[in-house]
C-alpha cells in the first residue's frame, strides 16, 4: 500500500487497532450522501469486521 496506516487506525465495528499484517484487506470507507457524493467521513474497518455485518451471500470483492 502507498499510504501505511497499520497500528494508527481503529476499526469503526470493534475499535482495535488494524494491522495490515493481520488484515491484508482492511479498508477505508468513505461516507457520502447520494445526493452530494463528495465524501464527509472517513472511516477503517478489518474486512472481517465488514463481512460479518453484511447479509448472508453478499458478494464482496476480497473473497
Ligand atoms: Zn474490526
Keep these: ?23 491484508e484487506n482492511a479498508m477505508r ?7 452530494d457524493l463528495r465524501p464527509k467521513q472517513e472511516m477503517y474497518t478489518h474486512s472481517a469486521c465488514l463481512k460479518e455485518r453484511l447479509p448472508g451471500g453478499f458478494d464482496v470483492w476480497w473473497e
Design 29 to 35: 470507507v468513505r461516507l457520502a450522501r447520494l445526493s
Design 1 to 23: 500500500m502507498s499510504t501505511d496506516v497499520s497500528g494508527k487506525v481503529m476499526c469503526c465495528f470493534c475499535y482495535k487497532i488494524i494491522r495490515l499484517e493481520e488484515d
